[in-house]
């Protein structure tokens, strides 16, 4: 950690006050990441042990930049220390902003744009900055050839197939896989490969996206990297939505490279199953194998991509066995258990100003509980609080020193902790929680904070938190 501050202090010339890690944003990847800060300025430290992923993203980040892409600048580096310090490009992933925008079993039209927006700029990762990246710091490989297919399909046969106890004859299934490496190399693949390119790994900030976690790139074909995107397990895009931002990246591909459709999508399922099969191996890995239980919750996610694609796609190959493998998997006891105790209850939290309408329920279930805050002492009614939200230290402090506030809040967490466990024996899926003051700034914001504090320790529950009138604000702020 002392080599990140002083890696801070080398480019900020001020000594970090604040040093914060980040938990849950690099997944599995063995790295450590914290947030330092100093006088209103942040960046992100990073640490890893890996000296050639180090060098394949420092290579990587300042190549794209130099194309103009939306990625971090690398500010300082060390590299005999496996350290490095990049811009801050805030919390929200792509992931977050869509699970806080569902609507029902679909996403709210500015989700939909914010994935438009992510496919228009694949291509230019993909062809424009293709054509003079060093493909020499590529780690583990150069490109994504017979032996880096080898790697994943034996990832998901050993850490997933064998551990979660599926059936299947060795033989006829490695004469599948090699039909299935032999057609996938048929496809172009002289372009660039993010190789993780997911919904977790894109940053949205002032609605724009930027893009991380592409150490892993490698020259490959252009189908990969969107069927990551669109058949990324836990995001559960639904199937139309799937094809209209396809349909989108096509028409964006058109403007870099010539483009055939039939030829794109003879070879696309194929590269999908490829890349679900590896997300599974590493599921099984790190859940099966490391016992990293929360990894296995994207499981059931990914089998229902796979019964999916079992219904509605047919490859130009034959591959019996594997596609067995496939329905054995959905028909396993022991997956199918993992399915239910994986199940989440989504905790839906509101703050809103009475001035306006209450939150709507966009799950179908009717609404949940609303609590009216206005009984208790206002920040807003205070100059100094006026420009302040309930997100701020200086009204946290002023709240937290109101006894009427923790009682109020006391009440509020017994009422939805009773319901929280009560819903889970039940099998529901969805709760939500509004809170209600006269400004929505200030106290039903602190309150909506809170008690998503207080849940987010709780097992199998999600949560996701949205303020209405700060939305609101930012949205005037931008001149929207």
Known sequence: MDILERLFERHFHAPADEVRALQGQLGGSGRTLVRLGAGGRTAIGIQHAVREENVAFLEFSRHFRRHGLPVPEIYEEDLNAGAYLEEDLGDETLFQFLMENREGEGVAPRVVEAYRRVVAVLPRFQV????????????????????????????????????????????????????????????????????????????????????????GGRKGALQYDVASLLYDGKAALPPQLRQELLDNYLECLAGFVKTDRAEFMKYYYAFVYVRIMQALGAYGFRGFYERKAHFLQSVPYALENLRWLGENVELPIALPTLLECFRAMQE?????????????????????????????????????????????????????????????????????????????????????????????????????????????????????????????????????????????????????
């Open 128 to 215: 424009e900055a293709s054509r003079d990246l060093n493909y020499k710091v590529c780690y583990p490989r150069a490109r994504f050839d017979r032996q880096s297919i080898g790697w994943d399909l034996n990832y998901f046969k050993y850490y997933f197939l064998r551990l979660a106890g599926v059936p299947f004859n060795e033989q006829a299934l490695e004469d599948d896989f090699s039909r299935l490496t032999k057609f996938l190399l048929n496809a172009d693949h002289d372009y660039f490969l993010y190789r993780d390119f997911q919904s977790r790994n894109i940053m949205l900030r002032d609605g724009q996206p930027f893009f991380l976690d592409y150490q």
């Open 332 to 480: 396993s006891p022991m997956l199918q258990g993992l399915a239910a105790s994986t199940r989440t209850l989504t905790v839906r939290i509101f703050s809103y100003s009475f001035h306006r309408q209450p939150p709507s329920d966009v799950t179908g279930n009717g609404g949940g509980f609303v609590f009216d805050a206005r009984n208790l002492p206002n920040p807003g009614r205070e100059e100094r609080f006026r420009s302040l939200t309930g997100k701020d230290a200086a009204v946290i402090e002023y709240l937290n020193q109101e006894e009427s506030v923790h009682q109020f809040l006391a009440n509020v967490v017994s009422l939805v902790d009773s319901s929280v466990a009560g819903y889970q024996k039940r099998g529901f899926n969805n709760l939500m929680v509004s809170f209600g003051c006269t400004g929505g700034q200030h106290r039903s914001v602190y309150l909506a904070e809170r008690l998503a504090k207080h849940l987010r320790g709780m097992s199998g529950v999600e949560v996701v938190v949205r303020h209405l009138e700060l939305e609101k604000m930012e949205l005037e702020k931008m001149g929207r």
